[in-house]
T-cell receptor, first 116, second 113 residues
Framework: DGGITQSPKYLFRKEGQNVTLSCEQNLNHDAMYWYRQDPGQGLRLIYYSQIVNDFQKGDIAEGYSVSREKKESFPLTVTSAQKNPTAFYLC???????????????FGPGTRLTVL | QQPVQSPQAVILREGEDAVINCSSSKALYSVHWYRQKHGEAPVFLMILLKGGEQKGHEKISASFNEKKQQSSLYLTASQLSYSGTYFCGTTTASSTSYGKLTFGQGTILTVHP
């Protein structure tokens, strides 16, 4: 089955530690995205990538880093510089090759990060 | 600047109808609607492109008013399964080539028996 996987589902970290969230897709999508969701709020874009070895900052990139070494993988590192990292993190992907306009963004199941 | 959704929350009885609005101060190219259950990933509902088209399937439909830069999601004869938080995501002409969505703050819909 095609889809997006994120691991782990729940993650706990101590203050001052870096942590990496995994995101893998087998949909052969070009673009991948990372969002942060806080309770009762919408999704805010952290980083996005259209092609391998290229990525751009979203609206709240400070304290985060990403890499895109393979088309199917887009890991997110939450660094110790992120002041308030406890949140629900969602990864998404979309196919940019369509002629008819913007395509659907498909989401992974999410990782809930808690900083202790 | 993110789009503004209204209302923030709505409570229904099964079988009642609801309308959720999504407004932007920017010229929109497309509007994407999603539903999210608590603790789960958002699930895609539909995309609307500029041109004022209306889309729908079964009892959920949506419209896009290009002049007002507003989209409305219509839920008719609501079912318990409709409960969740509804988000609109929008693109502009410049962001659409990246597939870059800007999401509203969400509307919480609760359907009671």
């Amino acid at each position: 089955d095609g889809g997006i996987t994120q691991s782990p589902k729940y993650l706990f970290r101590k203050e001052g530690q870096n942590v990496t969230l995994s995101c893998e897709q087998n949909l052969n999508h070009d673009a991948m995205y990372w969002y942060r969701q806080d309770p009762g709020q919408g999704l805010r874009l952290i980083y996005y990538s259209q092609i391998v070895n290229d990525f751009q900052k979203g609206d709240i990139a400070e304290g985060y880093s990403v890499s895109r070494e393979k088309k199917e993988s887009f890991p997110l590192t939450v660094t110790s510089a992120q002041k308030n990292p406890t949140a629900f993190y969602l990864c998404a992907s979309t196919d940019l090759s369509g002629q008819g306009g913007p395509d659907t963004q498909y989401f992974g199941p999410g990782t809930r990060l808690t900083v202790l | 600047q993110q789009p503004v959704q209204s209302p923030q929350a709505v409570i229904l009885r099964e079988g009642e109808d609801a309308v959720i609005n999504c407004s932007s101060s920017k010229a929109l190219y497309s509007v994407h609607w999603y539903r999210q259950k608590h603790g789960e990933a958002p699930v895609f509902l539909m995309i609307l492109l500029k041109g004022g088209e209306q889309k729908g399937h079964e009892k959920i439909s949506a419209s896009f008013n290009e002049k007002k830069q507003q989209s409305s999601l219509y839920l008719t004869a609501s079912q318990l399964s409709y409960s969740g938080t509804y988000f609109c995501g929008t693109t502009t002409a410049s962001s659409t080539s990246y597939g870059k969505l800007t999401f509203g703050q969400g509307t919480i819909l609760t359907v009671h028996p």
